[in-house]
């Protein structure tokens, strides 16, 4: 394990006025045009749209796949001490998902705020931070010091989000876990649907024990 300092959050964002809307080129900026330019339109659309301040954006869906091995189990309900960061509970099947974005103005980044129902129980929430920093330019944090440096690809259909590394971040000092601590590699996907829809999906693979948890949801376009 590795200690570094804390680089500087970055400061150059592009943004510019369209309309009534601000365009946000920080997700263009981290694939490079002809990455960004594969993608479907709407998938840009909703990746360009810089919020303003105090404002947010939800997406109402369900949940269509849940699937988790006894590993992935143990995991995601270990990872409750920590702010439940993974999905646990297969009864969020066919129940209802909301996904909540708002612009985090003082770490030009973005709060996301997930929910998801369960059958008999109350919904999970999941909080996390997107921050444009890093070594791979952008960072989702959990909380407790928790976080994950993510590379973003492009598909004729799809942004992926992919783990690149986990770190624990504390008093100005950063460790990077090392892989055999790390709890597998994490691919979260944004797939165009069409018809204003949208899928998000999650997987997490384990080099020890295989697919560990597995999601599905289905979104629909939203209005702030």
Known sequence: MRLTQIARPRTTTPVAQVGNDVFDGRFRELLGMDAWHMLPAPIRTRFS????????????????????????????????????PLPYDIRSVDQPAVVVVTEDVATNGQFWIRQYGRRGAFPQTVHSSKR??????????????????????????????????????LFG????????????????????????????????????????????????????
């Open 49 to 84: 749209k810089r919020l303003q301040q105090g404002r947010s954006i939800a997406y109402q869906g369900v949940v269509t796949r849940m699937q988790m091995s006894w590993p992935g189990f143990c995991l995601a309900h270990a990872a409750r001490l920590v702010g439940a």
């Open 132 to 169: 444009f920093q890093g070594p791979t330019g952008l960072e989702e944090y959990i909380g407790f010091g928790i976080g994950m440096a993510l590379i973003v690809e492009a598909t004729p259909t799809a942004l992926l989000f992919k783990s690149d590394h986990y770190f624990l971040q």
């Open 173 to 224: 000092l950063r460790a990077r876990l090392p892989r055999w601590l790390s709890p597998g590699a994490l691919v979260i996907g944004h797939h165009e649907m069409g018809n204003d829809r949208f899928t998000f999906t999650l997987s997490l693979r384990s080099r020890w024990f295989g697919n560990l948890i597995t999601q599905d949801a289905v979104f629909k376009d939203a209005k702030e």
